[in-house]
C-alpha cells in the first residue's frame, strides 16, 4: 500500500526539527531508526491504529504547553517500599534528588560508555516491534532519545529500582528510552511514576532470557494537562516471566503500547491496566502479543472509569504463529461509563494460525449496576461512598495482577484516595 | 487428529445406514458443478460507459435509471479497491470481464413460465429449485401441511421467470425482477434504490450501480403478512463473466416477509467476480428475515478458480419497532467479502445476525457485520461461528456502535471460531464503540479445535472420522443452523458436512 506522501513529509519535518544524538555505541540503531521512520512516516488519524486516538498532538514539533501539576497534597509514590530512587526532571537526570545509579548498577544512557552490552538491545525490540504494525513514535524515540536508564541483572536485585518523572517547565519534551536486560534466571522489579513532562515520549525495551521474572509497574499520576506517549518491547525466552501493570489517573492524552513477544516455550505474559478518567482525558491502551512458541500463556486485562465525556481506547491482539501449539490467550477490556458523556471504543483482535490453542476475549461496558448500587444504599452506605466501592472492586482484576502484595496494597490505596478526590 | 485407526469403519448395529451413505455420497464433490449448454449472449468484454448504457438499454430502463449508473460507472472509476480485509488475491482486471450475459432463449421475454426454455427450467430443478408453481422446495415434502415457496431465479445476467407472482399479487405483495420493478414500479423503486446503500457507499457497491443487470425486488404493503416464503436463487453459468445483482426489499409498515437465497456457479478454473448490493428498507412494526445459502464454488483443492464474492447488505429500520434477522450460511467462494448490516433508527428497533462461515482448501473469508445502534432502546444480538479447515483463513470482522443517542441499547455479541488442522487460520476483529452510558455491550469471542474427548466420543460410537467430525461441528454451528428456515436448515445441514470433506485424516 502507497503511504501518504504527506506522513512522510512530516517524518523529515518533524526529524530536522530535532537535534539528534549522533556517534557511540548507540549510533547505528539511531541511524536505522531515522531511516525506518523516513519510510513508514508519523502517524496521521487515518491510519487503521489511530483511528480513535488523534496523534497530531503527539507528532507536532513541540509540545502543546502543560502547567506542571502540583501533587505536594499527596504522599510520595512507593514511599513506603525501600527502593533505589532515580529522578528524572523533565527528561533530565536529576543526581541531586536520586540515590547513587552506580550503586544500583544502573547506567545511565547520556553517559553510557563508548563500547556497551546495550548495542545489542537498543533499537533491536523496537525495530521488531514494527512488524506488521508500524509504531512512528517508538521509532522516532529511538532515534532522538537524549536519556534513560541501562539495566543488565543477571542474579536478582535486592530492592525494585524506582524511576520517577517530575515535570517542572511547562513546555518540557522528553525523549526517554530504557534498555533492561535480564539474563537467565535473573529478576527485577521497575517502579514507574509520575507525568514527567509537558510532552513525554518513552521507550522500554526488555530482553526476558530464559528462565527470568520481570515485573512492571508504573503509576501515570493524576496530572492533567501532560501527553504520552509511552511503549513497551519485550521478548521472552523459555519458561521466563513478564508482568507489568499500569495505573493512569487522568491526563489530556495518553497513549500506551505494549509490543510483547513469547519466543521461548512455557513463558508467561501478563499484562494489565486500570485507567480512571474524567473530563476532556483520552486514554489508549494498544497491545500486540505474539506467541511465537509451545504453552505459553498471556493475559491482558484492561479497565477503564470514565465520567464527563473521558474517551478510553483498548485495542488489543493475539497473534498465534504457526506452530505454537497448546498456547493459552486470554483478553479482557472492560469499561465502566459513569455518565452519558463518556465513551469507550475498542478493537480486541485475534489472529491465530494454529490449532490446538485456547483463546478467548472479552469486551464489556456499561454503567454501574443500579442493582449492586441499591444493595449497598439499603445498608446504609452513603451514595458516593457505594460508587467507589464499586469502581474499586471493577478494577480489582487488573490490580491482583500485581504479584507483590505491598506494591498492589499502595495502588488499592492511592485509588482509594483518588476517587474520593473525583468525587467532589 | 491423535486417533491411531485409520481403518474403514464397518457399519455397525445402531448406526444410521442412511446418514453415512449420504454423507459418502456427497464427499469431496462440489456437487453444484456443472454447467449448462445453453446459448448465450455476450455484451463485448471490458467495462465503459457503452457498456453501462448497453445493460440499461438492454432492461429498457428510463432515463433516470441510466443517468444514475452513469454518476456511479464516474464516481467508481476515481475509487480504489479496498485492501484492509485478511484476503489475499491478485489483482482483479476489471477489463478481462464479461458484464452481461443472457441466455439467447430470452431474448423474447416469455410471458409466463411455460415459454421458458426447458433447458433453463431442468437446470434450477438439477439444483433442487422447480419454477413449477405446484412444486416445493426440495427438503420439505415430509412437513405436515406443504408450505409454498415463491422464487425468483436469476440465471447470469438476467431473471429467467418468477413464480406464484399472481397469488402474491393478491395479497399486494410485489415480487418480480428489478429490471421489471424499475419499469412497471418506477415510483417505489426511484423512492428506495440507493437510499440504503447509497452509490458512493464503497469500491465494490459502487461498481454494482453502474453495472447490475438484474435481481429481485419485493415489496410488501401495509400490514401485510407475506403468504410464502419468497426465494431468489443466483446462478452463474456463463464463462469468464461477473454478476452483479440488486435486490431491494421494502417492508411497509406491520408487514413480514422471509426471504431466503441460494446461490451456485459450475466449476471453471479461472476466478468469477460477483459483487450484489442488497437493501432493505422496514418501516414501523415490519419484519424482515432474510437468510442466505452461499455455495459459490470455491475452487478446486489447490485454490485454482471459484468464485470472488464481494457483497454489501445492509438493512435499514427505519420505523420504531421494527425488525431484521440476517442469517448466513457461507461455504462456498473463493473470496468471501461480505458484511450483512442493520441500521437501527428507529426507537425500539432490533437488529440479529446469524451466521456460519465455513472456509476449507485455499478458501479465505472475511466476513461479519455490522450493528450501528442510531434510535433509542435498540437491541442487537450477533451470533457467528467461524470454522477453518485445510489451508484456509477466516475471520470474523464486525462492527458494534452506540451512538450518543442511543440511549438503553443493548448488544450481545459472540463469535466462536473452530480450526481443523494446523495449516488454517482464524481471525476476529470486532470494533466496538460506545457512546453513551445506558446502553450495554458485551463480546465474548473463543478459539479452539474440534474437541478430541467429543470425537473419540462419536469414534467409540463407530462413526468414522470424517462424519464425527461433521457431526461436533453440526453441534458447533446449532445455534445458527437453528435460525435458519427450514428449508434451509436441511441444506446447510449436509453442506456443512461436504465443505468439510478432506479436512481431517
Not at chain 1, 519535518?13 to 549510533?27: I, K
Not at chain 2, 419497532?321 to 448466513?328: D, F, G, H, P
Not at chain 2, 433509542?376 to 475471520?395: E, F, L, M, P, W
Not at chain 2, 456502535?401 to 481471525?427: E, F, V
Request: with cysteine; net charge negative; charged share 25%.
Amino acid at each position: 500500500m502507497a503511504v501518504a506522501q504527506a506522513k512522510l513529509d512530516a517524518a523529515v519535518a518533524r526529524l530536522a526539527g530535532l537535534d539528534l544524538p549522533q556517534g557511540g555505541w548507540s549510533g547505528g540503531a539511531r541511524a536505522d531508526a531515522v531511516a525506518r521512520l523516513q519510510a513508514m512516516g508519523l502517524p496521521a488519524k487515518r491510519d487503521e491504529y489511530w483511528r480513535y486516538t488523534d496523534p497530531t498532538t503527539l507528532t507536532a514539533a513541540t509540545p502543546v504547553a502543560a502547567a506542571p501539576f502540583d501533587a505536594s497534597d499527596e504522599a510520595q509514590l512507593f514511599d513506603a517500599i525501600d527502593r533505589v530512587r532515580l529522578v528524572f526532571v523533565d527528561g533530565v537526570f536529576d543526581p541531586a534528588q536520586s540515590d547513587d545509579p552506580v550503586a544500583a548498577g544502573v547506567e545511565l544512557l547520556s553517559q553510557a560508555a563508548d563500547i556497551h552490552w546495550a548495542q545489542g538491545l537498543y533499537g533491536t525490540l523496537e525495530a521488531r516491534g514494527q512488524n506488521p504494525v508500524a509504531r512512528p513514535l517508538a521509532a522516532l524515540n529511538t532515534a532522538a532519545a537524549t536519556e534513560g536508564v541501562l539495566i543488565r541483572v543477571t542474579g536478582q536485585v535486592a530492592k525494585p529500582i524506582h524511576l520517577v518523572y517530575l515535570q517542572e517547565s511547562d513546555t518540557s519534551d522528553a525523549i526517554l528510552h530504557h534498555c533492561v536486560k535480564l539474563e537467565e534466571g535473573a529478576e527485577l522489579t521497575l517502579l514507574e511514576s509520575g507525568p514527567g513532562a509537558a510532552r513525554f515520549n518513552q521507550v522500554l525495551e526488555v530482553e526476558v532470557a530464559d528462565g527470568a521474572r520481570f515485573h512492571h509497574i508504573r503509576i501515570q499520576g493524576r496530572d492533567h494537562d501532560r501527553r504520552l506517549a509511552t511503549h513497551i518491547f519485550a521478548r521472552l525466552g523459555a519458561e521466563s516471566l513478564f508482568k507489568s501493570f499500569t495505573l493512569t489517573a487522568n491526563g489530556v492524552m495518553t497513549r500506551n503500547e505494549a509490543v510483547l513477544e513469547l519466543t521461548g516455550d512455557d513463558a508467561m505474559a501478563h499484562i494489565a491496566g486500570a485507567a480512571l478518567g474524567n473530563g476532556d482525558y483520552h486514554h489508549d491502551d494498544t497491545v500486540f502479543i505474539t506467541h511465537a512458541a509451545e504453552r505459553c500463556e498471556s493475559r491482558q486485562v484492561f479497565k477503564n472509569v470514565l465520567r464527563n465525556g473521558a474517551v478510553g481506547v483498548f485495542q488489543g491482539k493475539i497473534l498465534v504463529k504457526p506452530g505454537a501449539q497448546k498456547t493459552d490467550g486470554y483478553q479482557i477490556s472492560q469499561c465502566l461509563l459513569l455518565d452519558e458523556a463518556a465513551q469507550f471504543l475498542a478493537k480486541p483482535e485475534l489472529e491465530i494460525y494454529a490449532d490446538d490453542v485456547k483463546c478467548s476475549h472479552g469486551s464489556t461496558s456499561g454503567a454501574i449496576d443500579d442493582t449492586a448500587l441499591y444493595y449497598l444504599r439499603s445498608r446504609g452506605v452513603p451514595l458516593r461512598q457505594a460508587q467507589s466501592l464499586l469502581v474499586l472492586a471493577f478494577l480489582a482484576e487488573a490490580i491482583d495482577e500485581i504479584e507483590d502484595e505491598g506494591i498492589a496494597g499502595e495502588i488499592r490505596l492511592r485509588l482509594e484516595a483518588w476517587l474520593s478526590r473525583q468525587d467532589g | 487428529m491423535g486417533l491411531e485407526t485409520e481403518d474403514q469403519i464397518e457399519v455397525r448395529d445402531g448406526v444410521d445406514r442412511e446418514t453415512i451413505e449420504t454423507v459418502q455420497a456427497m464427499a469431496g464433490k462440489y456437487k453444484h458443478g456443472w454447467e449448462t449448454e445453453i446459448e448465450t449472449e455476450y455484451a463485448p468484454k471490458g467495462l465503459n460507459e457503452d457498456i453501462v448504457r448497453l445493460i440499461s438499454e438492454k432492461n429498457g430502463e428510463p432515463q433516470w435509471m441510466l443517468d444514475w449508473r452513469l454518476a456511479a460507472f464516474a464516481r467508481w472509476q476515481k475509487m480504489e479497491e479496498p485492501r484492509w480485509a485478511m484476503l489475499n488475491y491478485p489483482e482483479i482486471d476489471y477489463q478481462d470481464q464479461y458484464y452481461y450475459a443472457k441466455p439467447k432463449s430470452m431474448d423474447a421475454k416469455p410471458k409466463s413460465l411455460d415459454e421458458v426454455d426447458p433447458k433453463l427450467l431442468a437446470t434450477y430443478e438439477k439444483l433442487g429449485i422447480p419454477l413449477k408453481e405446484q412444486m416445493l422446495l426440495a427438503g420439505v415434502e415430509g412437513s405436515d401441511e406443504p408450505r409454498k415457496v415463491a422464487v425468483d431465479a436469476v440465471f447470469d445476467s438476467v431473471s429467467v421467470g418468477t413464480t406464484f407472482k399472481e397469488e402474491l399479487r393478491k395479497a399486494g405483495v410485489i415480487f418480480c425482477s428489478i429490471s421489471e420493478a424499475i419499469r412497471e414500479y418506477p415510483d417505489l423503486v426511484q423512492k428506495y434504490l440507493g437510499s440504503v446503500v447509497p452509490q458512493s457507499d464503497n469500491f465494490f457497491a459502487t461498481l454494482n450501480c453502474a453495472v447490475f443487470s438484474d435481481g429481485s425486488f419485493v415489496y410488501i404493503p401495509e400490514g401485510t403478512r407475506c403468504p410464502m416464503e419468497l426465494s431468489t436463487y443466483f446462478r452463474i453459468n456463463a464463462e469468464n463473466t461477473g454478476q452483479f445483482e440488486r435486490t431491494l426489499i421494502v417492508a411497509e409498515k406491520g408487514s413480514y416477509v422471509s426471504y431466503l437465497e441460494g446461490c451456485t456457479a459450475p466449476k471453471r478454473d479461472t476466478h468469477q467476480l460477483h459483487a450484489a448490493v442488497v437493501e432493505i428498507v422496514i418501516l414501523d412494526d415490519a419484519e424482515v428475515k432474510y437468510s442466505t445459502v452461499q455455495n459459490w464454488y470455491p475452487g478446486d483443492e489447490d485454490g485454482k478458480g471459484g468464485i470472488y464474492n464481494f457483497v454489501t447488505k445492509r438493512a435499514d429500520c427505519r420505523g420504531a419497532r421494527s425488525k431484521v434477522m440476517w442469517t448466513q450460511v457461507e461455504t462456498g467462494s473463493a473470496i468471501t467479502w461480505k458484511y450483512p448490516s442493520c441500521i437501527l433508527r428507529g426507537e425500539e428497533s432490533q437488529g440479529e445476525f446469524y451466521s456460519i462461515a465455513i472456509a476449507n482448501n485455499a478458501q479465505q473469508a472475511d466476513t461479519g457485520t455490522k450493528m450501528v445502534h442510531l434510535g433509542k432502546n435498540t437491541k442487537s444480538r450477533i451470533v457467528s461461528k467461524g470454522i477453518s479447515a485445510g489451508r484456509a483463513q477466516n475471520t470474523y470482522r464486525g462492527l458494534v456502535t452506540m451512538h450518543p443517542k442511543a440511549l438503553n441499547s443493548r448488544n450481545y455479541t459472540q463469535c466462536d471460531s473452530l480450526l481443523i488442522g494446523d495449516k488454517c487460520g482464524a481471525h476476529t476483529v470486532p470494533y466496538i464503540e460506545v457512546k453513551n452510558n445506558s446502553s450495554r455491550v458485551e463480546h465474548e469471542a473463543t478459539t479452539s479445535k474440534v474437541d478430541d474427548d467429543q470425537l473419540f466420543y462419536c469414534r467409540s460410537r463407530g462413526m468414522d472420522e470424517e462424519e464425527a467430525v461433521a457431526l461436533v461441528v453440526n453441534g458447533f454451528c446449532k445455534e445458527v443452523l437453528q435460525a435458519l428456515p427450514m428449508e434451509f436448515a436441511m441444506e446447510a445441514q449436509s453442506l456443512v458436512a461436504i465443505s468439510l470433506e478432506g479436512s481431517v485424516g
